[in-house]
């Protein structure tokens, strides 16, 4: 076997704390708590894709050190249960044994989530010499009201078990958990940290690239670093030297085209052939509706359009958006908005 | 006559070679079921052997041991004494199991929901069996015997209470082999499930069993059904196979001259014809009047409903503007309805109700009235569906989680569009990937 990792991001995948780029400060920082030895609650706020989990688990890998393995835990907060999890949930709810208040003889039950995949972890004792136990939980603000159930969670067990919340979205946590924790903020790597990298790795792969291309990397990969590398390996297939005309061409190829083809199918007025293709992309990629909606409107902004069509289709998928929230079923919410731009595009 | 005989005891398969299988799973990935009973049944076999004669030796010990060096008896392991089949009715699970026993020469020894089944009874009816073997069996060469357990999800109620200690104990000491098999998950059954094997069953495809209706019109001599007829019939029992066996029987047996179609309409009236017709006469209302006393004499559940007329929506209407206007009505009912579910505020289920059909149905303006017979479809698009990732993408996205720390989703909308172009711009690239990550031919096929 090759012992060679042939995909580049998880070749140059960073091995510990020093080896990540740049934030030279937040490493500081990290630096410190881990020789202090003591931290409270963390929460990690950072755009998506920068490298927030990558700097959680790092970190949590340098500070527990030898009892890594046995004491830490990451979790997805938005990667539902399967069906096993969820009716394992059920059936380990109980009847209250209070007799008197509200909830007396009442069916209790703890949001599944936390059910499964928190409790059992946090409750366990810390195995080994390690001060703590550390739980990272992932894009956090999904949980939404479930969010409620770590408040208890965070006090009751909070000796026992450090958590590192990491989201994108600050608006969508609730006060009390924000209060609890410790806010760390993530900023994207700098320009020339991540010039650094990218000569490093160009030397290591034997690729030729100038200062303007990787100028252009950088904004083309919005400095998400992961984007970045795919982007460089794509590249370096059709030979060593990588030059714009390359780097545009891929990151055209590379973005997602389908999402623009469903709007440019629409734009042509077919509802029964968009709405086909749209079902199609929602079950390949198991978007939800929110990420189709936001997906379609950065599309949008790309388009060559004139501004009163612009507003009108950015007034068309924010209303189906709005709608989206309480709606029950994503496929009328996504089937009116292709319906009303098909209707729309007759007056173009 | 031969009448009197149902089909579905008359075509139930006597060997598996006859059979078209069900393709199956264990705890999510694919199994092929035929070998999976074969082997466990074998294995049973060499086991218990096993464990026999290291009791006998035992007992023989135990005889003349004094009693607190005395050994205990061994016992069988749950899962190799028992297996758990799951899926929805009439899919084929008890078919199976007696083409099996046919096959290997066995003997069925079945109970069903329909003995009753409290201790005493399962006692009485299997554990003689189970535990000891006929004074006749040392005399005659008799068959070996597999115990048939069905519908155990039917296990319920004052009658069958102490049933599920009841087929614990049994498992632990049974002599033969046992399947169960059961339609759905059940909180009292979790005893049993933490400790045997369970493998998930699913519905013929609607080609197999298209094939399988064919062959028994043919032998029965029936013409006068078209393969239209068939596959509505198909559609309707949504891969009950046997349903779909009664619903011929009932309709060639019927009066044979009268028109197929109204037939096949007669015989689920209740249920999926209800919704067909339904929907058909809801896109030809012209006042809201008519609407709201469709919707009102029916007895159609409306939080299914719904989901018909979105389906079924392009069908019906056709120029832009009537579609834009119906889904401009039926986005704000699906609004409504959700808030109404979040907030419990009933106060507006009158707007949803009279959005969702009337304001469909009345958004004819441009397109033409209806002429002909159209074909109302299925809801195909199941939403409440959780994101959840096939056989494939779930063992591929395994292999990457060993090395590089990824969720599933991103795994999916990020990581893997990106290995495909990739691998589709150099055939190179693909096989370092694949040769890397151990990919097999499923797996690879993602990056194609």
């Known amino acids: 076997m090759n012992t060679e990792i042939p995909i580049w991001r998880i070749k140059y995948y960073p091995r510990s704390l020093n080896e990540f780029c740049g934030r030279d400060s937040i490493k500081e920082t990290l630096q410190q708590i881990i020789k202090q030895k003591n931290f409270p609650h963390l929460l990690f706020i950072g755009s998506e894709g920068i490298g927030k989990t990558t700097l959680a688990q790092l970190f949590a890998k340098e500070f527990l050190g030898n009892y890594y393995d046995t004491n830490f835990k990451l979790v997805y907060a938005n990667v539902p249960l399967s069906d096993d999890e969820r009716n394992q949930a059920k059936s380990e709810a109980y009847i209250s044994t209070s007799k008197i208040g509200s909830i007396a003889g009442k069916r209790i039950t703890t949001p599944a989530f936390i059910q499964i995949k928190v409790k059992p972890f946090v409750q366990l004792k810390v195995i080994g010499d390690a001060p703590f136990k550390i739980l990272i939980v992932k894009n956090f603000e999904s949980l939404g009201s479930d969010q409620q159930g770590f408040r208890r969670l965070m006090e009751i067990y909070g000796s026992n078990c450090r958590m590192i919340l990491i989201t994108t979205k600050i608006s969508n946590i609730i006060d009390p958990i924000i209060s609890r924790c410790q806010i760390i903020l993530i900023s994207r790597v700098k320009i020339d940290r991540f010039k650094d990298l990218i000569i490093e790795i160009a030397k290591n792969e034997s690729l030729v690239i100038d200062d303007t291309v990787i100028e252009a990397l950088y904004k083309v990969s919005e400095g998400k670093i992961s984007k970045a590398i795919d982007l460089l390996q794509l590249c370096s297939i059709s030979g060593k030297t990588i030059d714009m005309q390359k780097l545009y061409e891929h990151s055209q190829r590379f973005q997602n085209d389908l999402i623009k083809n469903l709007l440019l199918l629409t734009l042509q007025g077919d509802f029964p052939k968009s709405r086909e293709l749209a079902r199609k992309i929602i079950s390949n990629y198991k978007y939800d509706s929110h990420e189709v909606f936001t997906l379609l409107l950065k599309e949008l902004n790309k388009l060559p359009l004139n501004k009163f069509t612009r507003n009108k289709l950015i007034n068309l998928i924010a209303d189906s958006d709005f709608r989206a929230i309480d709606g029950r079923d994503i496929d009328i919410q996504i089937s009116a908005l292709l319906s009303k731009i098909c209707l729309f595009s007759e007056y173009l | ?448």
């Not at chain 2, 479809?377 to 939403?383: D, G, H, Q």
Request: with cysteine; glycine share 4%; proline share 4%.
């Open chain 2, 1 to 448: 006559m031969s009448n009197k005989i149902p089909w579905v005891e008359k075509y139930r398969p006597q060997s598996l070679k006859e059979m078209a299988l069900s393709s199956a799973k264990v705890s999510g990935h694919r199994i092929k079921l035929d070998e999976e009973l074969t082997n466990f049944i074998k294995n049973f076999y060499i086991e218990i052997k096993k464990i026999n004669e290291e009791n006998r030796k035992i007992r023989a010990y135990n005889r003349t041991a004094i009693e607190k060096d005395q050994k205990e008896e061994l016992k069988i392991s749950p899962e190799k004494a028992a297996i758990l089949l799951e899926g929805p009715p009439g899919i084929g699970k008890t078919s199976i199991v007696y083409a099996l026993a046919n096959d290997l020469n066995m003997e069925v020894i079945e109970t069903n929901a329909s003995d009753t089944r409290t201790r005493k009874t399962i006692e009485r009816r299997l554990k003689e069996t189970t535990k000891t073997r006929g004074i006749m069996d040392f005399i005659t060469q008799s068959k070996d015997k597999l115990i048939l357990i069905d519908e155990i999800d039917g296990l319920y109620g004052v009658q069958d209470r102490g049933a599920v200690p009841t087929i614990l104990e049994l498992i632990e000491n049974t002599q033969f082999p046992i399947i169960m098999c059961s339609n759905e998950y059940k909180t009292s059954l979790q005893p049993i499930y933490n400790k045997i094997q369970r493998v998930e069953v699913h519905p013929l495809p609607e080609n197999e069993m298209l094939k399988i209706t064919e062959k028994i019109l043919e032998k029965e001599k029936i013409s006068n059904l078209t393969n239209e007829d068939l596959e509505l019939i198909i559609d309707k029992n949504n891969g009950d196979l046997r349903g779909v066996i009664n619903d011929l029987q009932g309709i060639s047996q019927g009066i044979m001259e009268k028109d197929n179609k109204e037939l096949i309409l007669s015989l689920h009236r209740d249920s999926i014809e209800e919704i067909f017709s339904l929907i058909r006469e809801l896109f030809q209302v012209t006042t809201l009047t008519e609407a709201r006393s469709l919707t009102d004499k029916s007895d159609v559940d409306y939080n299914f409903l719904y989901k018909w007329i979105n389906e079924n929506l392009p069908t019906f209407l056709k120029a832009n503007r009537d579609i834009a206007n119906a889904y401009e009505n039926l986005s704000l009912a699906d609004e409504i309805f959700g808030r109404i579910r979040k907030t419990q505020y009933w106060g507006l289920l009158p707007y949803f109700y009279d959005l969702f059909a009337g304001g469909v149905a009345l958004s004819r303006k441009e397109t033409p009235p209806i002429k002909g017979f159209r074909r109302v479809i299925f809801p195909r698009y199941s939403t409440g569906s959780y994101f959840s990732l096939t056989t494939a993408e779930k063992e591929f996205a395994e292999k990457i989680q060993k090395i590089y720390e990824i969720s599933p989703i991103e795994f999916l909308q990020d990581l893997l569009p990106f290995l495909k172009t990739l691998s589709t711009s150099s055939r190179k690239q693909l096989k370092i990937i694949s040769d890397w990550l151990e990919l097999d031919a499923k797996e690879k096929k993602l990056l194609k």
